[in-house]
């Protein structure tokens, strides 16, 4: 069996196998993964099969391609239960059990964390659980007001210490889905196990 996407958008779900060497997604109808929104390019994205594995690039796209909720910056070799955000739509890949998932691919080793204060351990904590807890393939970083809430703090305490967040993890975008970007950085870094540790 070949390794395949769940392709989930507008509340309906496809399954689109990954066959050949190469699946362009984008908007045009001549694609393999076809996303039917103004937020996507025409062309893009691109997933290549290499003798590794499955490998996906963004290809300039207007609004970009995220990972496990971390943008698309370089070509990203893809492993069992990815989750890729395309504009509205999700894919999901999936690699059949008893295939490889490509975990011989050697990676860059992540960077250490940042310093924080414990106030700033309690911040990324909560960010993070709905990422570490599960239950949905695409898991959503809570609202500020439910920080503030399950912290004990105004939202504009939470606000203050995730501007100094952004700051020490290297987040300098404006973009709505920083909180998204910054729980994916921390799971990434290991923060969130270290947090663990220490309490």
Not at 118 to 131: G, Q, S, T
Not at 146 to 169: I, N, P, R
Not at 179 to 188: D, P, Q, T, Y
């Amino acid at each position: 069996m070949h390794s395949y996407f769940e392709l989930h958008h507008d509340e309906n779900a496809a399954i689109v196998p990954a066959v050949g060497d190469l699946l362009t997604i984008g908007r045009a109808p001549e694609n393999e993964l076809r996303v039917d929104s103004r937020e996507v390019s025409r062309l893009h994205a691109v997933v290549e099969r290499y003798p590794a594995g499955w490998c996906i690039r963004d290809l300039g796209s207007t609004n970009g391609t995220e990972v496990n909720g971390m943008p698309l910056r370089q070509a990203r070799v893809l492993r069992d239960g990815d989750r890729i955000t395309v504009g509205p739509a999700r894919l999901v890949f999936r690699v059949p059990a008893g295939q490889s998932s490509t975990q011989t691919v050697p990676t860059a080793p992540a960077l250490a964390p940042p310093e924080l204060t414990r106030r700033e351990h309690d911040v990324i904590e909560a960010l993070c659980r709905p990422f570490v807890v599960g239950g949905t393939p695409f898991p959503q970083a809570p609202p500020l007001r439910a920080l503030a809430t399950e912290l004990g703090l105004s939202e504009s305490a939470v606000k203050k210490h995730l501007a100094h967040l952004y700051d020490k993890f290297g987040l300098r975008t404006r973009e709505q889905r920083r909180r998204a970007w910054l729980a994916g950085e921390a799971l990434r870094r290991g923060v969130v196990a270290a947090v663990e540790s220490s309490s």
